[in-house]
T-cell receptor, first 113, second 111 residues
């Protein structure tokens, strides 16, 4: 049972480049979400999904796109990277009920130069 | 979303108990109280959750005030590995898909 797997662990992009951060979970969770964490701050929600084919915006969605074609995968796309998107990105999944826990990946550290 | 308030930082010595407070005065009757922690350079990990009654698990205990406006995460014997940022989060029934993180409490543990 691998839990939540994020790839890559580290990435450096040039301003204007695009890339996709991958997130996969093997727990059959319906709920998946993406967060970013800037230095010294808590996590902020970017986008989330309550099931395959359903996505919605979180607190800071600008500059990011998501799609959910399968239960297992929830990729995060940066269409045109900007230095302000330099951050650590975490993916999470859960069953979604109030009394269940969320599982987080180990994060992707992204630097945009 | 109901908000939580936590101290920015706390300190403890190894093998001593630690009480991490959280205020949530606007909590609704159906909100669950969750605690997560984030070790250095890692993703957050679940610690414990509760609704009204005090809860215990292998990692910690959660004490919930009778009026539910505050709660306390209790680490019975702190170890160096418990040094982390601890987040208190309310999970309401209308937004179960989202966890709203504050800035948490940074716990330092000294040998």
């Amino acid at each position: 049972n691998a839990g939540v797997t994020q790839t890559p662990k580290f990435q450096v992009l040039k301003t204007g480049q695009s890339m996709t951060l991958q997130c996969a979970q093997d727990m059959n969770h319906e709920y998946m979400s993406w967060y970013r964490q800037d230095p010294g701050m808590g996590l902020r929600l970017i986008h989330y999904s309550v099931g395959a084919g359903i996505t919605d915006q979180g607190e800071v969605p600008n500059g990011y796109n998501v799609s959910r074609s399968t239960t297992e995968d929830f990729p995060l796309r940066l269409l045109s990277a900007a230095p302000s998107q330099t951050s650590v990105y975490f993916c999470a999944s859960s069953y979604g009920q109030q009394n269940t826990e969320a599982f987080f990946g180990q994060g992707t550290r992204l630097t945009v130069v | 979303d109901a908000k939580t308030t936590q101290p920015n930082s706390m300190e403890s010595n190894e093998e001593e108990p630690v009480h991490l407070p959280c205020n949530h005065s606007t909590i609704s009757g159906t909100d669950y109280i969750h605690w997560y922690r984030q070790l250095p350079s890692q993703g957050p990990e679940y610690v414990i959750h509760g609704l009204t009654s005090n809860v215990n698990n292998r990692m910690a205990s959660l004490a919930i005030a009778e009026d539910r406006k505050s709660s306390t995460l209790i680490l019975h014997r702190a170890t160096l590995r418990d040094a982390a940022v601890y987040y208190c989060i309310l999970r309401d029934r209308y937004n179960t898909d989202k966890l709203i993180f504050g800035t948490g409490t940074r716990l330092q543990v000294f040998p």
